[in-house]
């Protein structure tokens, strides 16, 4: 693995390493259409709707979730592949000379 995707993966292992965070992927990827609005997204997690939008931002920005606008509010939807993506590098053993 080179250094350039190291960063990356690390981002992203970090990003879903906050626990609130992981909730969030996990409501959104349990929600209906896999898509979850921000406004559903506070009341299961018990947080104001500022703080779980940086929550998202966040996840986002780690390619993670990505976010559609439809009017006033924000859906946020899986990336597809991006966990399948983590899972990989967690589970193969490339370079370890088994």
Not at 45 to 72: C, F, M, N, W, Y
Request: a positive charge; charged letters at 20%; proline letters at 5%.
């Amino acid at each position: 693995m080179d250094a350039a995707r190291a960063v990356s993966l690390s981002r992203q292992f970090k990003a879903i390493a906050d626990p609130n965070r992981l909730r969030l992927v996990s409501l959104v990827s349990a929600s209906p259409g896999s898509e979850a609005c921000v406004c559903d997204l506070t009341e299961p997690l018990d947080l104001g709707q500022p703080t779980v939008s940086h929550h998202l931002k966040i996840l986002v920005d780690a390619g993670i979730l990505r976010r559609e606008k439809r009017g006033v509010w924000a859906y946020y939807s899986l990336v597809p592949g991006a966990l399948d993506a983590l899972a990989d590098v967690l589970t193969t053993r490339t370079g370890t000379g088994r």
